[in-house]
């Protein structure tokens, strides 16, 4: 019996770190980082918001939701700092916002953080305090980093729309919503040396 256990340890001793050694290997250090965004990306941008949540994180939903469709400009500087243009549909109609001559909105700026796996954030800030609007998205790079493909994890906006069961968000009060929104885009130039 001694001698069956023995083996038996011993057999798990040899193949833990084997096994340990498999499961890291299957995450690798692609060797991204915040100079891996540099220069001018397009995105296109799609999904809808959903409804309110209020402070227990539920979801008092609009109804139906509220579609969007975009496009955004971005600029990275390689060293944790973006600016953006873009131009919005929101429920048919043109996003409320501060756009400049060429009918874009180029109020938008915000930094982001690359980690070594190409995974990332950034966060889009617009204006501040209670009358401020804040995107945090939630992003992994493809292509050495010439694409990315992010979805919206939290929008906090100055109002918004009555929710189906009379939720409220009135302005100055800013609120939290539950979206459904994903931005896949690309490095601009990349596409047309391939």
């Known amino acids: 019996m001694r001698s069956w256990l023995w083996k038996g340890m011993l057999a798990a001793a040899i193949a833990l770190p084997a096994l340990s050694g498999t499961a890291q290997a299957q995450v ?9 965004l540099n220069g001018d990306y397009a995105f296109g941008v799609q999904g809808e918001y959903v409804g309110i949540l ?16 975009g496009v955004v400009m971005q600029h990275f500087n390689g060293a944790g700092h973006f600016t953006q243009v873009d131009f919005f549909m929101q429920d048919g109609m043109v996003r409320p916002g501060a756009p400049i001559s060429t009918g874009f909105d180029g109020s938008e700026s915000g930094p982001y953080i690359v980690n070594p796996d190409c995974t990332g954030n950034f966060e ?26 992010g979805v919206v994890r939290a929008l906090h906006v ?4 009555p929710a189906a069961d009379n939720t409220t968000c009135l302005f100055g009060t800013g609120c939290n919503l539950g979206v459904q929104v994903r931005a896949d885009g690309a490095k601009l130039g990349e596409q047309d040396s391939q």
């Open 28 to 36: 690798p250090n692609m060797g991204c980082s915040n100079a891996t």
């Open 54 to 69: 209020d402070s227990s994180g539920t979801v008092h939903p609009f109804d139906p939701p509220i579609p969007i469709n």
């Open 124 to 149: 889009i800030d617009v204006g501040s305090g209670p009358t401020g609007t804040v995107v945090n998205v939630m992003f992994v790079l493809a292509q050495q980093g010439s694409q990315m493909h």
């Open 158 to 161: 100055p109002a918004a729309p």
